[in-house]
């Protein structure tokens, strides 16, 4: 993996609402009017003009991704995104990987430069988080390679756990690396 992308790669551990970032990704449902977990947890700091602005959107399928303003977060944006409930079937790595693509997608259009994620599909969606790293610091990747303008991803770990799963998998890229 090249040295300067991986250079772009922050993780950390805490709650994702209270980064100071051009977007924030909420993992949402399809419906995009609210849910528990990290979607929960953004519309209570965002306030409600955040689902004011949702209700407007009209959904949206699992895989794609939306843009909304940040409201009362201390980032400007949020882009939601819905990923897939797991099945363990490879539709479910498709969906993922569109899930990234098409967030980092709207962040270029978007002109932002810096966009944190959570752990998308590994709370109540059941995604197994080993699986769900590689596909999420693969297609990140791949993605910069494309959109220069991006400087910072940050991917936001809720547990110890799940942040040592990310530490293992950038770590092993990097000396991998030649
Ligand atoms: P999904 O329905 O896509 O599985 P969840 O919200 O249930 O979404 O969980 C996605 C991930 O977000 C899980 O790893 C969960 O631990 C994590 N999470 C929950 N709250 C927060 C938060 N405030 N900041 C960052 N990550 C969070």
Partial sequence: MDKKILE?????????TLMDVDAIVNAANTSLLGGGGVDGAIHRTAGPGLLEECRTLGGCPTGE???TGGYNLAARHVIHTVGPVY???PRDKALLTGCYQNSLRLAAD????????????????????EEACK?????????LKTAPAITRVIFMLFSPKDLKVYEDYIESLKTSDT
């Fill in 8 to 16: 772009k790669l922050e993780i950390s551990q805490g709650d994702i």
């Fill in 110 to 129: 978007n002109n932002l430069t810096s966009v944190a994620f959570p752990a998308i599909s590994c709370g109540v969606y059941g995604y197994p988080i």
């Fill in 65 to 67: 991704a939306r843009i």
């Fill in 135 to 143: 596909i999420a610091v693969d297609t990140t990747c791949l993605f």
């Fill in 87 to 89: 099945s363990g079937k």
